[in-house]
């Protein structure tokens, strides 16, 4: 009696559908995520496995200051803007200012790549890797607005389309390079996929290119660059704190336990990111421009009730699958070799679990541009996560890097809860106070 009238109102939620329009897109990504990872695990193993990830998070930092930081921030105000005379002015400015940080970028790591090398390898022979990665940046930061302009325009469509080509190209390109160079070949695809990206990303806007006419000549308001620049500013704290901490994290696992050690540690928590994926596809692609069009807080409140009835059974269903059939996935995911992470499984998980429940709140806070807390909080966590990581990991090995994240993820969540659904959400909140600034009701 209870559950039968509730079924179809659920059914017809937007979420719900968003979920399984983006649903083949994702399965892409996880299938391309799969077999690279396969390749990698085969050809590479645990070691260069770990060498790999080092350059990966550097590259997200590299490629967060390449795009100034502003994806989230496109999404917004083109969502806001859609189908308004002030959508164009803001195509035009925003990417302008996008290419700006490109180009910036882009020198510097050419200037810096040898410095860059030995901040990731210990050594400075992998130089070139970074002066590709300098060139490539602004290829990336172009595709990437694309991206987020079909995002913002909640043209679901195009934008799954797209992300599915990228993943698949990429997984082409990045097979056929480990294959022939190995480890340099895989370096070299991280790099040079952005550039792939970004050719394929224009036939996907050709109907949105008016947008851009003239971009050149049009000059920057201050209003653009501040409206921007909050959302730089919450993008720099997390993408430059959370790649960093993952640098850290691996670094001390190869000091006090071994390389083998840190590829293991990022083998499961890239298995851990094959089912967040289309979680945090949905998240990005509905939760966003969906929060941010809505200002009145009984609406928001549905909507993150809305969520939470949606993604805990999803994830519970996902956690627990993975969990079963965690020996079948090493094999098939892996390799033998990474046998030893299946003690992993259950706390990262859980961490996975908490994990996603916060970002329901999260997003909410990107939504609103609530900079002050969102600093304090992703701060918090990161600092918190590499402190605990660290002795844990003195003490335990790699479980203590796993249980950590666990640990640190379940707080995240209780804070979030706490702060944004029980106090900012209230109907009797004063949201003009400083912990709120930045905010927009």
């Given at each position: 009696?209870?559950?039968?009238?509730?079924?179809?109102?659920?059914?017809?939620?937007?979420?719900?559908?968003?979920?399984?329009?983006?649903?083949?897109?994702?399965?892409?990504?996880?299938?391309?995520?799969?077999?690279?990872?396969?390749?990698?695990?085969?050809?590479?193993?645990?070691?260069?496995?770990?060498?790999?990830?080092?350059?990966?998070?550097?590259?997200?930092?590299?490629?967060?200051?390449?795009?100034?930081?502003?994806?989230?921030?496109?999404?917004?105000?083109?969502?806001?803007?859609?189908?308004?005379?002030?959508?164009?002015?803001?195509?035009?400015?925003?990417?302008?200012?996008?290419?700006?940080?490109?180009?910036?970028?882009?020198?510097?790591?050419?200037?810096?790549?040898?410095?860059?090398?030995?901040?990731?390898?210990?050594?400075?022979?992998?130089?070139?890797?970074?002066?590709?990665?300098?060139?490539?940046?602004?290829?990336?930061?172009?595709?990437?607005?694309?991206?987020?302009?079909?995002?913002?325009?909640?043209?679901?469509?195009?934008?799954?389309?797209?992300?599915?080509?990228?993943?698949?190209?990429?997984?082409?390109?990045?097979?056929?390079?480990?294959?022939?160079?190995?480890?340099?070949?895989?370096?070299?695809?991280?790099?040079?996929?952005?550039?792939?990206?970004?050719?394929?990303?224009?036939?996907?806007?050709?109907?949105?290119?008016?947008?851009?006419?003239?971009?050149?000549?049009?000059?920057?308001?201050?209003?653009?660059?501040?409206?921007?620049?909050?959302?730089?500013?919450?993008?720099?704290?997390?993408?430059?704190?959370?790649?960093?901490?993952?640098?850290?994290?691996?670094?001390?696992?190869?000091?006090?336990?071994?390389?083998?050690?840190?590829?293991?540690?990022?083998?499961?928590?890239?298995?851990?990111?094959?089912?967040?994926?289309?979680?945090?596809?949905?998240?990005?692609?509905?939760?966003?421009?969906?929060?941010?069009?809505?200002?009145?807080?009984?609406?928001?409140?549905?909507?993150?009730?809305?969520?939470?009835?949606?993604?805990?059974?999803?994830?519970?269903?996902?956690?627990?699958?993975?969990?079963?059939?965690?020996?079948?996935?090493?094999?098939?995911?892996?390799?033998?070799?990474?046998?030893?992470?299946?003690?992993?499984?259950?706390?990262?998980?859980?961490?996975?679990?908490?994990?996603?429940?916060?970002?329901?709140?999260?997003?909410?806070?990107?939504?609103?541009?609530?900079?002050?807390?969102?600093?304090?909080?992703?701060?918090?966590?990161?600092?918190?996560?590499?402190?605990?990581?660290?002795?844990?990991?003195?003490?335990?090995g790699t479980t203590g890097a796993v249980y950590s994240y666990m640990v640190?993820?379940?707080?995240?969540?209780?804070?979030?809860?706490?702060?944004?659904?029980?106090?900012?959400?209230?109907?009797?909140?004063?949201?003009?106070?400083?912990?709120?600034?930045?905010?927009?009701?």
């Open positions: 009696m209870v559950i039968k009238p509730k079924l179809p109102a659920f059914t017809q939620q937007s979420l719900f559908k968003v979920f399984f329009s983006t649903g083949f897109t994702s399965g892409l990504k996880i299938l391309s995520a799969i077999v690279l990872s396969k390749v990698i695990a085969v050809r590479l193993g645990p070691e260069g496995l770990a060498l790999l990830g080092q350059l990966t998070s550097f590259v997200s930092i590299a490629l967060l200051l390449g795009t100034g930081g502003f994806t989230n921030g496109i999404i917004k105000y083109t969502s806001q803007l859609n189908s308004t005379a002030g959508l164009t002015p803001f195509v035009q400015q925003s990417f302008k200012i996008s290419l700006f940080f490109a180009s910036a970028i882009g020198i510097l790591l050419i200037i810096l790549s040898k410095w860059c090398s030995i901040l990731c390898f210990n050594t400075g022979n992998y130089d070139f890797i970074f002066m590709l990665l300098g060139i490539s940046i602004i290829f990336y930061a172009s595709g990437n607005y694309f991206t987020s302009l079909l995002n913002g325009l909640s043209d679901y469509k195009l934008f799954n389309w797209l992300n599915g080509l990228n993943s698949m190209t990429s997984l082409v390109m990045s097979v056929i390079l480990i294959h022939a160079y190995h480890l340099n070949g895989a370096f070299i695809a991280v790099v040079l996929n952005q550039t792939v990206s970004c050719i394929i990303s224009v036939f996907f806007v050709k109907k949105y290119l008016h947008l851009f006419e003239g971009f050149r000549k049009k000059a920057v308001e201050k209003k653009w660059l501040k409206n921007l620049g909050k959302f730089s500013l919450m993008a720099f704290t997390t993408v430059m704190l959370v790649p960093t901490t993952q640098i850290f994290i691996r670094q001390t696992l190869i000091i006090h336990v071994g390389v083998t050690a840190a590829g293991n540690w990022e083998a499961i928590n890239r298995i851990s990111a094959l089912y967040l994926t289309l979680l945090l596809n949905v998240m990005l692609i509905y939760y966003l421009p969906k929060l941010s069009a809505i200002n009145q807080k009984d609406k928001l409140r549905r909507e993150i009730r809305n969520g939470f009835r949606f993604f805990v059974p999803v994830v519970l269903v996902g956690g627990i699958t993975i969990f079963l059939f965690r020996f079948i996935i090493i094999n098939v995911f892996l390799s033998p070799r990474f046998t030893a992470i299946q003690d992993l499984f259950l706390p990262q998980l859980l961490g996975d679990f908490f994990k996603i429940l916060a970002y329901l709140y999260a997003y909410l806070v990107i939504a609103k541009g609530l900079n002050i807390f969102f600093i304090i909080t992703e701060v918090t966590t990161t600092l918190l996560l590499a402190v605990s990581s660290f002795f844990l990991i003195k003490w335990y640190v993820y379940i707080l995240y969540f209780l804070v979030q809860h706490l702060f944004i659904g029980k106090f900012y959400l209230h109907e009797n909140t004063n949201t003009t106070s400083w912990l709120w600034k930045g905010g927009r009701q």
